[in-house]
């Protein structure tokens, strides 16, 4: 049974993802393949029947065939590869499963299975599969059907991901379950081709501790003249600033640093931290004369879409990831390098091993710096001519305003975007907390609250209307536990973020309003303050700050700033046109 939207290159997709899936496990270190028999998993056996280097055995027995496995994997200690069909064959690898999970084995399970839409169906062959092993496993995936997208750099990520987290510090079990829609195989098979790696031959991800490969990694660093170190959204270290300034001297190479980072305020980076890079990187030009070679990258994916979509813009730079938790923060699979080690850790060992500043990398520094001054002053010029309280000078107002170290809680949405791109150097310490594990706008105030309570500091959240009434039960918490936090909420009278998005394109004006923006018409300091809270509304620059100043003295307070969502929108236009326009009058050396 076909999909409806398969086409003739069904076939071929399922062959070329399996092709480099097997590939890549076979570069990633897998010792052996061991195949069963069976017609859903035609495309992984003939992938491994055409690998060439990579021993194979084929059983009739599943059971035994997973016995086989794990006995060739206890005595090498090196992964192997088991596969089967779908069905009941699979569930005959579980009492091997379970014992290299006890003992530590480390086995890559692949089970073929059907397609999504005809589980629970009553096709044959076909059973629940995702969760054969849940009990055992060290990781498990199911990958979408190869003929819905599932490219070459998400199968060969796949394998990375799959050996490391069968051989790392507790190595086990892992399972791959992965659908196949029919045709299976093209009509003709030819030579086995895999598809082509980057130019950047990818890593074997076994995950290397920093402190015992810091002068290798210092002089891999030194070679590379383009290179750009940036942090994701990770509070935790309040000395990692000095950390990376030494190790961004050291190799003359700028820094990236997301608002959550810690990274933003304070003056240890002075020099290497281009604040503005949200801004400058959205000019396709610069950002491709910002062509890096290597990117380490440290903590979450980066606010940033812009940042982002620069990263993905050029698939030939190498990543390089830096995570204590040995975590695969890669939504891109793009990673080439997996180091466990924390921020701090890796850039004291590395900068310890880097030497001095190279002179080579003054031009290479020189180009960031000249971006982000030519970016900082079209954007202050921009401010400057307008007198309106709209959220970019209210980012501004926060940043420049709160007292040296209190928190700013930034909400999801808008409020952590405009922090990243408006906001500069600061020399005073200032934290910045934001929920973003998954980015939802849920339960901010609540948060919030739990910030001020046990930082026992000037705590201020800055959100969206919207936001604040995702969690309007948070204000009542606040009355209740008595906690200090201030809220300051620009109120655009909807969900503003979705004006930047196609769909304000692309919908009805009346349908956009209605299904996305959503506008509420509420009084939202009167909301409050029938909850307990003191309220006030702030129009001006002077006023918020006025406002700001009275609450952090103590108590809980809201300080609602009306926003033109129309005017708001077309403001971010302006300020990114004369972004734009500065760095065609002023471009890269």
Sequence with gaps: MNHPSDTRDVGAANLAFARTLIDEL??????????????????????????????????????????????????????????CTSGTAGANFLPAVAEASHA????????ADRPPELRAWGAAQTMEQRTLYAAFTRWSEEAPCPSEGAGPGYARALARRAVCEATGPAPGPVHLNLPFREPLVPASIGDAVATPRAATPSIAPVLQEAR??????????????????????DDGDPSLAESVQRLAIALGWPVIADPASGLRSGTALEGSLAHSADLFLRDADTASALRPDLVVRFGGL????????WLARHAAADIWLVDPAAGFRDPQHRATRMLRASSRQFCELVAAGAGEFRAE????????????????AAVEAVLASDARLLTPQLARVLWSSLPDGAILYAANSMAIREVDAFTGPRGGELRVLANRGVNGIDGQVSAALGAAAGSCRPTVLWCGDLTLLHDVSGLLAGRLHDVDLTIVVSNDDGGGIFEYL?????????????????????????????????AVRATSAGSVVQALSRALQGGRHVIEVPVDRTANTAFHGMLGDAVRAGLRQEPLP
Excluded at 39 to 46: D, E, I, K, Y
Excluded at 302 to 309: D, E, F, G, L, R
């Design 302 to 309: 980066p606010t940033s879409k812009a940042v982002n979509q």
């Design 212 to 233: 015992d490969t810091s002068g290798r990694l210092a002089a891999e660093l030194r070679a590379i003249a383009r290179g750009v170190l940036v942090f994701g959204p």
């Design 26 to 83: 076979h570069a990633a270190g897998i010792a052996t393949a061991v195949v069963c028999p069976g017609s859903r998993s035609t495309p992984l056996a003939l992938a491994v029947a055409q690998q060439g280097g990579l021993p194979h055995s084929v059983h009739i027995d599943e059971r035994s065939a997973a016995f086989h496995a794990l006995g060739f994997a206890k005595a090498t200690r090196r992964p192997v590869l088991l596969v």
């Design 361 to 376: 990398g003054r031009e290479w520094l020189g180009r960031w710096r000249h971006a982000d001054r030519v970016t900082r």
């Design 104 to 111: 530590r084995v480390p086995l890559v399970v692949l089970t």
């Design 502 to 534: 196609p769909v304000a394109q692309t919908v009805p004006r009346p349908v956009f309003e209605s299904m996305f923006a959503v506008p509420h018409g509420l009084d939202l300091s009167a909301l409050a303050s029938g909850l307990g809270w003191d």
